[in-house]
């Protein structure tokens, strides 16, 4: 996963020279098919543990949505290169996802 979090990183570095952390747009970077598939197994994974089992379908649908939102938005920007556990910092993210995404519907 390190791999490709860092092809992901390197994907548009000629078009970004010069400019300062706060201006790049991480928008335009590409993301490999095998990233994506690494983290939909963690989603997967994750929402197939017992914590998460007994909810529906449709929540357990917003949860995985809101994950790849976070992780879009702000989870790859973020995360810390020097480590070399990126599975432990994207679980997090998907279990921080998840009990917000309940905690949201249970508050309505």
């Not at 973020?78 to 070399?84: D, E, H, L, V």
Request: with cysteine; glycine share 2%.
């Amino acid at each position: 996963m390190q791999a490709e979090l860092i092809k992901w990183r390197d994907s548009n570095l000629e078009n970004e020279k010069g400019l300062k952390p706060d201006e790049i747009d991480y928008t335009k970077r590409k993301m490999s098919d095998e990233l994506c598939k690494m983290l939909m197994a963690i989603a997967d994974k994750l929402l197939n543990r017992s914590e998460f089992r007994n909810y529906s379908k449709e929540l357990k649908e917003d949860a995985k949505g809101y994950f790849f939102y976070k992780v879009m938005k702000s989870g790859l920007r973020n995360y810390n290169f020097k480590f070399n556990n990126p599975f432990a910092y994207f679980t997090t993210c998907a279990w921080n996802a998840y009990i917000s995404t309940i905690m949201k519907h249970y508050k309505h």
